[in-house]
């Protein structure tokens, strides 16, 4: 199957199908043509065809996770009501803080990596640059920064309950490559870019997403501003 043909499987276009499939049930349960309870009752099946809709077509890694995960919850929430296992979601909620804490530690990796990288000019604020490196943290509460560096080297930023916004507009990178690692909870961060940046999603969304409305390098061969980290229940913005 081409690209072409491929694109009309997106994960949007399956979960639309899945809503009509879904009043077409509750439609012909009304004309008692079928029982609506009875079919969904398996209800969790949407889950994994969603799920496999996702994965197989994204392609960056925190797409394909999140695809995964509504696979395995919908198998298991299946397996539940055929009564092969006993499983309840909710007794699952402190995966989340184990994935909000491997973020953590995978971040601490990356700054360990970035050191190594440029030991012979550190990534962090030095005296006469010193906002190369952005690390800020929103507990709470708010945060603003205007960055203006001339050889911007990515961050880390978290949000708990609280919001960033931070303005790239007047920086500029040496390299073609940086990464922000970001981990938001419950919260927001908005993120201004200088036009002909690009911008690569790989942060592992739950129950949030990113809305990139910047404006890349029509050629394509713009700077890579690469999102990294993992949003739960909160957004990001990015915009020129």
Known sequence: MNNKNMSFLSSQFVFGILIIAVGIIFMLDNLQIIDAGTVLYFWPTLLIVFGVSKAAQSTNRSGQIFGWIFIAVGALMLLDRMDIINFRIWDWWPVIL???GVNFLRGSRSRFQMKTEFSSQPPFPSAEDGNSYIRNTALMSGVKRIITSKDFRGGELSALMGGCEVDLRDAE????????????IMGGLELR???????VVETTPIMGGVEDRSYPAKDGTGKRL???????????????
Do not use: H
Not at 173 to 184: A, E
Not at 193 to 199: A, D, E, L, S
Not at 226 to 240: F, P, S
């Open 98 to 100: 184990i994935i909000v």
């Open 173 to 184: 990178m040496k390299g073609s490559q940086v990464v922000i690692d970001v981990n938001i």
């Open 193 to 199: 870019i200088p036009t002909g940046w690009t911008v």
């Open 226 to 240: 690469v999102l990294t980290g993992t949003i739960i229940m909160g957004g990001i913005e990015v915009k020129n």
